[in-house]
């Protein structure tokens, strides 16, 4: 109960001084990570997150939240904003490029871990955090190309991962239990195609309805939002009912109904800003306390994976699929760096422990995976006002540079 308590404690004096913490170079998932460290270190004790009941409510909770995000994200960005050509590529080409880098790096920093653990931890890896990002993309300094292609990157990425994760998930279902891969294929295929159309029909129907409650004037603009967060929910759980992958369903049917609704993602944002915060922050309290005892087994091989993650293995792939582009070097680096890992890992790592149970490297899989987003969460926070601020003044910089030399060669030349 004490840990319930403190949480809402801190959740007040937070709230009380959210301006003020805004002009810090602080985030707020960091300090509810160090809230649950100390909660965790002080009462709770050393919790094994891979165990139930922790692992049950961690993940309930993560679901939850996951779900919503992926709902709301989806509809708020939409498929237009696939016409943004930097965000399409990162999206397409970077995105798998990130997922087997990671593969690869992983296989040869954990030797003694199967290839498609490897496999889970590259996928479980690979999304980036929307809510990690905000300062980024609410910086009004930074190009306004660049800080769409980081939202829109990150608002749809984590649902790109997941069919990823599902198939990795399913060859470790075959190696543990020695069955043919080809029916866990079959079962990982069959969640991708039922999330797929639960979420059409959900994101499709849902939208139609509320329009037309809107044409006879049956909904008020209040639970026009209740029934957009309904509809999230529905299609996680129908989706799973029926062997689907809810968080496919969730994605897709956000897709769906911002294609249908052109206006859902703006109604949507309240809930980002205040349910979404809420149950996000509550994740990273969790996480908080689950930590404690994976940075006391914490190895090199971890922590070097987690920089890797956070460096070239996300860097190179942004740099590999923006060819062509002629963006400078400072911009693909910015869009390297700022892609954050959170919620939607620590989801997805949680997805691979309830599928698979117990499996080799399990431990090393949840700590990599954990202690990758904690690093994520400072590094990030710590550097994302101040590299912001940099990279926006040197663009200016040279903007100002070339529209200057533009002039001079546009001058006539002077009479003899």
């Known amino acids: 109960m004490f840990e319930i308590i403190f949480f809402f404690i801190m959740l007040m004096v937070v709230a009380i001084f959210s301006r003020l913490i805004g002009k810090l170079p602080v985030s707020f998932q960091m300090i509810f990570i160090v809230a649950g460290m100390f909660t ?29 995000v992926l709902f709301s994200d989806a509809s708020r960005v939409g498929l237009k904003a696939l016409d943004n050509n930097l965000s399409t590529r990162l999206l397409t080409i970077g995105l798998p490029i990130t997922i087997i880098l990671g593969v690869v790096i992983a296989t040869l920093l954990f030797p003694d871990v199967p290839w498609w653990v490897a496999g889970i931890i590259g996928a479980a890896l ?189 860097m190179l792939p942004v740099a590999v699929s923006l060819i062509g582009t002629k963006l400078d070097i400072d911009t693909l680096l910015f869009i390297g760096w700022f892609g954050p890992r959170g919620l939607a890992s620590i989801v997805l790592a949680l997805l691979a422990l309830e599928e698979l149970k117990v499996f080799p490297g399990d431990s090393t899989f949840i700590s990599v995976v954990f202690i990758t987003v904690l690093i994520s969460v400072f590094a990030h926070g710590f550097t994302a006002s101040p590299l912001s601020t940099i990279y926006s003044r040197k663009i200016n910089h040279e903007e100002v540079e070339i529209e200057t030399n533009d002039e001079k060669e546009s001058l006539p030349p002077k009479s003899g």
């Open 40 to 68: 965790g270190w002080l009462v709770t004790g050393y919790v094994d997150i891979t165990k139930p009941p922790y692992s049950t409510i961690i993940f309930l909770i993560a679901e939850i939240a996951l779900v919503l």
């Open 126 to 314: 690979a999304p980036t955090d929307a809510a990690l990002g905000q300062i980024v993309v609410q910086n009004k300094k930074v190009p306004e190309r660049i800080r769409k292609t980081i939202e829109v990157e990150s608002g749809l990425n984590d649902g790109g991962s997941v069919p990823f994760l599902l198939v990795f998930i399913a060859i470790g279902l075959a190696a543990e239990t020695f069955r043919p891969i080809g029916y866990f294929i079959q079962v990982a295929l069959e969640q991708i195609g039922f999330g797929i159309i639960v979420g059409l029909i959900v994101g499709i129907g849902g939208g139609w309805l509320v329009l037309k409650a809107r044409d006879k004037e049956w909904i008020t603009p209040n639970f026009q939002r209740i029934a957009f967060l309904a509809m999230a929910i529905l299609t996680f759980l129908i989706a799973d009912q029926l062997g689907g992958s809810g968080f496919i369903a969730a994605f897709i049917g956000g897709l769906a109904l911002g294609y249908v609704v052109k206006d859902a993602g703006k109604i949507l944002i309240d809930f980002s800003e205040t349910e979404g915060q809420l149950l996000n922050l509550t994740v990273f309290f969790l996480l908080g306390i689950a930590v404690l005892p994976l940075l006391l087994n914490v190895t090199w091989q971890i922590i070097l994976y987690s920089i890797l993650s956070l460096t070239i293995i996300r």
